[in-house]
């Protein structure tokens, strides 16, 4: 089974729950035999997606523009897991986050289908994966937490993953509270 992370800490990577979390999921899925392709968004060069979409009309399936999104396009094409990591901003994901998810368009196809009555984009590619969102916070933030949850659900429907989970994880939790929350929280086969 194939894993990715992307991985949104931020530039400096000071969290230090960012990286015990990543060590303890990285930990947990290899002691499974999963491969996993660990994409830390801060070292890549990710251009903003233009909004042409010549990734479903010009060169479906491709986005148009050449950068290190490209590696992440493969690999959202063939996970079974798919995992985000990011210090949880104004209630959503990290800016190396949020751009590396808008530049996925070319992984759902221009058609439209129904989904609990809304509208939403079916998958281009027909591999099973559920997702796995780690938001990290400084400390208790109920309001900041609910706003999180719900971004993270809506994206879910547009992703179609078999099953989504997410996790909270706060700046001064333990290794060991930080590895019991990634693992009640893995996703499907991962947690077989």
């Known amino acids: 089974m194939k894993a990715m992370i992307l991985d949104g800490d931020r530039r400096d990577g000071r969290s230090a729950a960012c990286r015990l979390a990543k060590a303890a999921l990285s930990g947990e899925l290899k ?39 490209t590696a992440i396009h493969r690999a959202l094409a ?16 990290s800016s ?3 751009a590396a998810m808008d530049r996925s368009i070319p992984s759902i196809l221009p058609f439209f289908h129904k ?8 998958p281009r590619y027909d591999v099973a994966f559920d997702t796995l969102t780690i938001g990290v916070l400084r400390q208790s933030d109920p309001e900041a937490e609910g706003v999180f949850r719900l971004i993270v659900e809506r994206n879910a429907i547009n992703m179609l993953p078999r099953r989504h ?28």
């Open 96 to 98: 190396l986050l949020k």
């Open 115 to 122: 989904v609990n009555d809304e509208m939403h984009h079916p």
């Open 78 to 93: 063939s996970s079974h897991l798919r995992v985000f990591l990011t210090p949880v901003t104004f209630g959503g994901f």
């Open 165 to 192: 989970a997410v996790v909270i994880i706060y700046d001064g939790d333990d290794e060991a509270v930080v590895a019991a929350k990634i693992l009640e929280a893995l996703p499907g086969e991962a947690s077989r």
């Open 31 to 69: 002691t499974r035999g999963w491969t996993i392709q660990d994409f830390r968004l801060a070292d890549m060069k990710i251009k903003p997606c233009r909004g042409c979409f010549a990734c479903w009309i010009k060169t479906p399936g491709i986005c148009v523009i050449d950068d290190d999104e």
